[in-house]
């Protein structure tokens, strides 16, 4: 059994397979914001209308937002899991004997109602009082509910691929992403047991499991996900997480920046603003959520820290509730350079792969250093002289 | 997926092998690997199979059109085709290359608008070619079985069979009943006044009713968009801005509005202030979704609102934190107002050289000139302010605070105050954060924070929503009170400050040239509100006190037009009141969606005595309206129209024209096609000389000559408007263009405040006290909390002074101490994709399942062709159900559990419906009104049948009223039309529809009429029967408490 460092949990853990020596040039991330998001799901029908909208695919939603804390898709997933492992533990570490991974396959009837808990909140009614929020101020919604959005996060440490049997599953060299191969798999339903975050699915109809494909066919054309293209929230980044300070300029055109891409700046800096989904499963998730600042650091230090009472990575703060609260608190009162990079968000189709925030602009270039946005942090005010115009036409 | 035997063997070589069907959730097979795979986290050997997922994403054709439904919010959206069918959407980057991009004058470039208007187009977009194929689309005109031109048997509606006609014969029969009928009049076409279907839609529908001299119903102020409250402050119809103001904003306030669900496409413009340093402070009975968006909630009664912006007023004035300066120069604040009569001092009654105006008021109308009003200089002397000298052009410096005697030009001395002093004394008064706290439960520290927080921003915006308009006297009262706030802070006509309301689609104002259109020629139908028609014309009428809220009936009533009963208030006159006899509607679901839907379906729509014997429904889909109509006409969806629209909306600057991208898939017509067709018809049948124009078909020629190109009437209609004369359709083709206004973005009111232009009012300023007799007499005239004519527990229709030590009997004795709201879904518009699937689905949240019970799917599919399919409810639900959300503490109370179903009921009806256990709702015990929750727009398919009224309308809004506030029923109210600026109509060309625009006084649809005021009533609910079936219920699970602690991972701590 390998073993692999885990940055994301400041430690090392067993793992089935060696994982490559150098990073990639180039992989497959995401930022959501969860506090932009307003739940409207069309990003779950823009998944669905391009890839699951086939027969014995019903109920397949691999893009899906869910209200917390009583949605769930399928129901109850996380609660399970969460009660399942120990403290301190991978879902690798975690596994039974004979198996590679800690799961389970959710039944059918737990497929079924995707929007369970839609909307929902938890909480006392304030009678006589109020609520409020405010995170510098270490207040949070004693009523509360947020919307997560959730998808394959295109792992560094997959369960679903070190689970199956037939290595039917691999991670793209050129990008990180995950596939399914769907005619070398024989329907045995490990990754759908392994998959902490549920998304790999079986298809009764083809007797064949499915999983989320990243949407390659656009990435090869320079183009984000669909789930991130559609979000009329603007609550979405893609690009290149690999992207590090040291890297030479976009397509190594002088004309366009170099460093990080933005999303390896929210997640990577000393900035950083957003955090991964259940580290603590041990599969290293490449989807980051700048996490909801109306919500109680307790609940989200379960859901985004690695949850252990020792902190042992590079987050701020000494305790991981405290890295939770330094998180929300800049999220909600962003710099001027993360506030920039929060323009980049629904700014273009293409991928964005470096970009530059001055005092008044915002430029993003694409991998081939072709520059695809230029945005002003406030638009102008533009007024026509003339004593014909009106606003009140 | 199987592969044939020649794929077999040519992967067998190639080295991997086919995979076998296996089927239902247990059966798999194995065959041994013939390919080695080392280590696949590093490599893989064989990637040729991911071509598959190419097949999957790869299309023959791609083109745009525009999703305009009723969100109000214009999407353009890439449709990408299969084999001509459209298999998914995508939305649009405009700027990017290769995309249908806007052109010039418009476009973004100019005010360096950045890349922040794109994406658009949201779930229901995303559905809208499954919407275009399921089975509740009409494929074909229908007539009624039981329906003949002469005997109508109205009873037949809703339950007859429908059969298949021609489209002649469908026309025929309505241009026959049109011809015949003995005064044009009683043709009403309601075609929801929305702009999103302008001219090759039901846009045409205004036109031939304008032309043929008949009726039109409007919907915005039907159906409680319209905000009576700007109106009388401003004299516009809505004050709203582009979304692109929102977020320069520090600080927000919204009221009764979930924004985050209704304005899907431009909600992150609001998201954004708060990134950039603002704070959003949210006033709802519940924890609405935009809470979560909320610094601060603010718990309110429902129905006391009004008391909350007083409240936020009495902190700004005992505090002194206005802008005198302001409101010196863009209020009546500053004017004397006569204390003994209520009116505005006017300048020849004080100055004996003052040329007085008309001495009637309709003459007054007539001549835009009600005389000049009178303030007080700082040296206590007084000046002539006239309707022109606003802004810097405000006389002297007025004071603000006058409360004295002043001696007139006849030597007479009348005791005066500003309308400051009044309103001032009224509300230091009564309005005190502590009385606040009692009328709304919101703690008065924190109101006092709110208002303190709130003047000290730099830009404040407040925005309401329906959730306020639906409510007797919030419609109005918080409405005038918000802008009070807003004037005393300087927060009007500023990019990032300002009040808004953005219910509905009406911004119809924004294409200016539309009067071209719609009224040709000048002739234009007469308005008529539907409240009137369904209230009293008909089996029963309704009371015309009890709807008006004047419960002692005191408001002094007349017959008016075909009303032989004394229905309308005195002074009236302008509101038409006209008996259709031909109904017409397009586009718009009328008997789903209305209020008092029981007393609408069974006295107006199937009962003789209204004398409507002709009811058409053009409609997409089988609808509750569809059902019960006499002819039936199916049109296009946007996808298949073969006429291109235009459209426009409220909350953004640009004019987006659709297109079909493919065939039809049904026997359709578009609405202008048919009424050209009725047109054409007309002249057949109407001699010339009884004609009210020269020829009908004249008007509709683009639709039936050979070489008529409907283009035409949209270039026509763009040359003629301010906004669009420099856009040719050319442009429109290649993606949106921008509107010329003034500002970008658009700010309401910026030439008021900035360049002393006046308000459409009287006075040329916001006005808050209001002199008009009805207002006098009614005791609204000034700002006040009035509490509601049903929702409440207190006193009904009082001040709080009263109110609060009276009991409303049908609270406390009959025990209706539950009311229910209806939000806007987000995954319909309205009652629009109400049976995607998709949709479905999601919208039926915890019911909503992807196991559709196929029987039902089979009934629901019967339903829409035949009306005669029975609604049952199944064992599990086919794809989703309505439900009711209701506080946890409310529901044990009658012993309900989730899933559950319960009884709604009042006096005007009742539904059974589906239980929702939800935390967030107002409980009953927060001292009022418990609060239920109905998502608004279910179809009666997603009701079960009740088995204790089987033969009953079965719908969410049969216990919701028809309520007619008659504040808003006087000929005296001055405002502008929906078109034109008066204040420069004369500036603009001749060309321009509205050159020459003047103010108007009285009835105008969609600006002053009746409003909707719809969830101003009470209920009682009880249990009806356990449930059949339920979903898992996470607050059931064991879990859950320690997983919201945050405890749950590792074991009980």
Avoid at chain 1, 325 to 335: D, G, Y
Avoid at chain 2, 139 to 156: A, F, H, L, T
Avoid at chain 2, 391 to 398: D, F, K, L, N, W
Avoid at chain 2, 982 to 1005: D, F, K, M, Q, T
């Amino acid at each position: 059994m390998a073993k692999t460092y885990n940055p994301q949990l400041g430690r090392e853990h067993s793992y089935p397979y060696e994982h490559r020596e150098e990073a990639r040039d180039w992989h497959w991330g995401m930022v959501i914001n969860t506090n932009r998001c307003i739940n409207c799901n069309t990003c779950t029908f823009a998944c669905k209308s391009t890839w699951t909208s086939g027969k014995g695919e019903e109920f397949m939603w691999w893009m899906n937002v869910e209200t917390e804390p009583y949605g769930g898709y399928p129901m109850g997933w996380d609660m399970r899991l969460l009660d399942d492992i120990g403290a301190d533990q991978t879902v690798f570490e975690a596994a039974e004997d004979g198996e590679q991974v800690r799961g389970y396959v959710a039944r059918e009837e737990e497929w079924e109602y995707p929007a369970l808990g839609d909307d929902q909140a938890h909480g006392e009614y304030p009678t006589g009082d109020v609520v409020e929020s405010d995170p510098s101020n270490d207040e949070y919604h004693d009523m509360w509910q947020f919307y997560l959005p959730r998808l394959c996060n295109h792992c560094k440490n997959p369960a679903c691929l070190a689970a199956c049997p037939r290595k039917a599953i691999y991670k793209r060299e050129e990008d990180g992403i995950v596939l399914l191969d769907q005619e070398r798999c024989r329907g045995y339903r490990k990754c759908v047991k392994a998959c902490p975050y549920h998304k790999p699915m079986y298809n009764p109809e083809t007797g064949i499991s499915e999983k989320p494909v990243g949407c390659f066919p656009r990435i090869e054309d320079g183009n984000v996900p669909r789930c991130v293209s559609s979000c009329i929230g603007k609550t979405r980044l893609h690009g290149n997480i690999n992207r590090g300070p040291d890297a030479g300029p976009a397509g190594g055109k002088k004309s366009a920046a170099s460093g990080r891409s933005p999303i390896n700046y929210l997640v990577k800096s000393d900035e950083k603003v957003a955090l991964p989904l259940y580290p603590q499963f041990g599969t290293r998730p490449q989807v980051f959520y700048m996490p909801p600042y109306h919500v109680p650091p307790e609940f989200l230090t379960q859901m985004f820290t690695p949850n252990t009472d020792e902190k042992r990575n590079d987050w701020p703060g000494s305790t991981y509730e405290e890295s939770v609260k330094i998180v929300q608190q800049r999220a909600r009162e962003p710099s001027h350079h993360v506030l920039g990079i929060l323009q980049l968000f629904g700014a273009t189709t293409r991928l964005i792969e470096t970009y530059r925030v001055t005092e008044t602009r915002v430029k993003g270039w694409d991998p081939d250093g072709k520059k695809v946005v230029d945005i002003p942090f406030d638009e102008g005010l533009e007024v026509r002289e003339g004593e014909q115009w009106t606003n009140q036409p | 997926m199987s592969l044939s035997r020649r794929d077999f063997i040519k992967a067998a070589a190639g080295g991997s092998a086919a995979a076998l069907v296996g089927d239902a959730w247990g059966a798999t097979q194995t065959v041994e690997p013939v390919t080695e795979v080392d280590n696949p986290l590093k490599s893989y050997p064989n990637r040729d199979w991911e071509q598959v997922y190419h097949d999957i994403y790869a299309y023959d054709e791609v083109d745009w059109t525009v999703c305009h439904p009723n969100c109000t919010q214009s999407c353009a959206l890439n449709f990408y085709m299969k084999n001509g069918v459209p298999i998914r959407a995508e939305q649009i980057y405009h700027e990017e290359e290769g995309s249908p991009g806007p052109g010039s004058p418009g476009g973004y470039e100019q005010a360096d608008v950045s890349q922040h208007w794109n994406p658009r187009g949201c779930m229901k977009g995303l559905t809208l070619h499954r919407r275009t194929f399921e089975p509740s689309r009409i494929k074909y005109p229908m007539v009624r079985k039981g329906w003949s031109p002469d005997e109508p048997n109205q009873e037949g509606r809703g339950e007859d069979e429908f059969e298949r006609v021609s489209w002649d014969e469908a026309i025929d029969l309505i241009a026959e009943k049109m011809a015949n009928l003995d005064d044009e009049k009683r043709f009403h076409v309601f075609n929801a006044i929305k702009a999103d279907g302008l001219i090759t839609r039901h846009g045409a529908g205004r036109r031939l009713a304008s032309i043929f001299g008949g009726a039109e119903w409007t919907e915005y102020d039907w159906y409680a968009d319209l905000p009576p409250g700007h109106v009388i402050t401003t004299g516009y119809q809505t004050s709203d801005a582009d979304a692109a103001a929102w977020r320069a904003a520090d600080y927000t306030i919204i009221q009764g509005k979930n924004l985050i669900h209704n304005k899907l496409a431009d909600n992150h413009w609001l998201q954004e202030t708060r990134e950039r340093g603002g704070k959003m402070v949210g006033i709802y009975p519940d924890y609405s979704p935009t809470v979560q968006k909320c610094d601060r909630w603010l718990p309110v009664r429902p129905g006391s609102d009004p008391a909350v912006a007083l409240g936020i007023a009495h902190v700004i004035i005992s505090e002194e934190l206005y802008d005198a300066d302001f409101m010196r120069q863009f209020t009546t604040l500053p004017l004397l107002i006569r204390k003994d009569d209520g009116k505005y001092l006017r300048a020849h009654e004080a100055f004996p050289d003052h040329e007085p105006p008309a001495a009637d008021e309709e003459t007054q109308h007539e001549e835009n000139d009600w005389g000049d009003f009178v303030a007080l200089g700082q040296d206590g002397e007084p000046v002539v302010v006239t309707r022109e000298s606003v802004g810097t052009e405000t006389p002297a410096t007025p004071q603000l605070e006058v409360d004295t005697e002043l001696e007139l030009a006849d030597g007479s001395s009348v005791p005066v105050h500003t309308d400051f002093s009044r309103q001032k004394a009224n509300i230091v008064e009564n309005y005190d954060p502590e009385t606040v706290e009692e009328i709304t439960t919101i703690p008065a520290g924190k109101l006092r924070q709110t208002a303190r927080e709130f003047a000290a921003a730099e830009k404040g915006q407040w925005f309401t929503g329906e959730g306020i308009n639906h409510w007797f006297h919030s419609n109005d009262s918080l409405q005038r009170t918000i802008f009070f706030v807003q004037s005393m802070l300087g927060n009007i006509g500023e990019r990032g400050a300002g009040y808004y309301n953005y219910s509905g689609q009406y911004k119809i104002e924004l294409l200016d040239g539309y009067p071209t259109y719609v009224n040709p020629d000048g002739h234009a139908a007469h308005g008529m509100y539907p409240g009137y028609a369904f209230g009293f014309f008909g089996g029963e009428t309704l009371d015309p006190h009890a709807v008006r809220g004047d419960f002692d009936e005191e408001l002094d009533l007349v017959p008016q037009g075909d009303a032989d009963e004394p229905v309308m208030p005195t002074n009236a006159d302008s509101y038409t009141m006209s008996r259709p006899a031909v109904l017409w509607t397009m586009n718009c679901n009328l008997l789903n969606q209305t209020k008092h839907q029981g007393h609408v379906v069974e006295n107006f729509v199937k009962h003789p005595d209204t004398g409507n014997e002709l009811f058409v429904v053009s409609d997409m889909h089988m609808t509750y309206s569809a059902r019960h109509a006499d002819i039936v006409l199916p049109v296009p969806s946007w996808l298949e129209c073969e006429y291109p629209d235009i459209t426009v909306g409220p909350e953004n600057p640009f004019l987006q024209m659709d297109h079909g991208v493919m065939d039809p898939i049904y026997d359709t017509k578009q609405d202008g096609e048919i009424c050209a067709l009725v047109a054409e018809k007309l002249d057949e049948k109407v001699p010339p000389e009884e004609r009210n124009v020269d020829s009908y078909r004249e008007y509709f020629a683009e639709f039936l000559d050979e070489d008529g190109d409907v283009k035409n009437y949209i270039q026509e209609t763009l040359d003629a408007g301010m906004t669009t004369r420099d856009i040719d359709v050319e442009d429109l083709e290649d993606g949106p263009e921008r509107l010329q206004l003034k500002t970008y973005p658009r700010i309401p009111f910026y030439s008021q405040i900035h360049e002393d232009r006046p308000f459409y009012t009287k006075t040329g300023r916001m006005e808050f006290h209001k002199e008009e007799d009805r207002f006098l007499e009614l005791g609204r005239a000034d700002l006040d909390h009035i509490e509601s004519p049903e929702g409440t527990p207190y006193g009904t229709n009082q001040k709080w002074e009263q109110a609060k030590d009276e009991e409303n009997p049908l609270y406390h004795d009959d025990g209706y101490q539950f009311y229910y709201n209806t939000p806007h879904p987000k995954y319909r518009t309205h009652s629009s994709w109400g049976m995607t699937d998709w949709n479905l689905i999601w919208a039926s949240r915890d019911f909503g399942s992807t196991s559709a019970d196929p029987s039902g799917t089979d009934r629901l599919v019967e339903d829409f062709s035949f009306p005669t399919g029975e609604g049952e409810t199944n064992e599990v639900p086919p794809l989703g159900e309505a439900f009711v959300e209701m506080h946890p503490e409310d529901a044990a109370d009658i012993g309900v559990k989730n899933g559950d179903y319960v009884r709604i009921s009042n006096n005007r009806g009742d539904l059974v419906i589906r239980a929702m256990i939800s935390e967030r709702q107002r409980p009953h015990s927060a001292g009022d009104m418990g609060q239920l929750t109905i998502w608004h727009g279910w179809w009666p398919q997603h009701l079960p049948d009740d088995e204790e009224n089987e033969d009953g309308v079965k719908g969410y809004n049969v216990t919701t009223n028809i309520w007619l506030d008659p504040a808003q029923e006087t000929d005296d109210l001055v405002h502008k039309g929906v078109f034109g600026d008066p204040n420069i109509s004369e500036e603009v060309e001749e060309e321009i529809a509205w050159h020459g625009a003047e103010l108007e006084a009285g009835y105008e649809e969609t600006v002053w009429a009746p409003t909707g005021t719809n969830r101003d009533d009470l209920v009682e609910v009880e249990k009806y029967a356990e449930a059949d079936w339920w979903p898992g219920d996470a607050r059931k699970d064991d879990l859950v408490e320690s997983y919201i602690d945050g405890s749950l991972q590792g074991g009980a701590d």
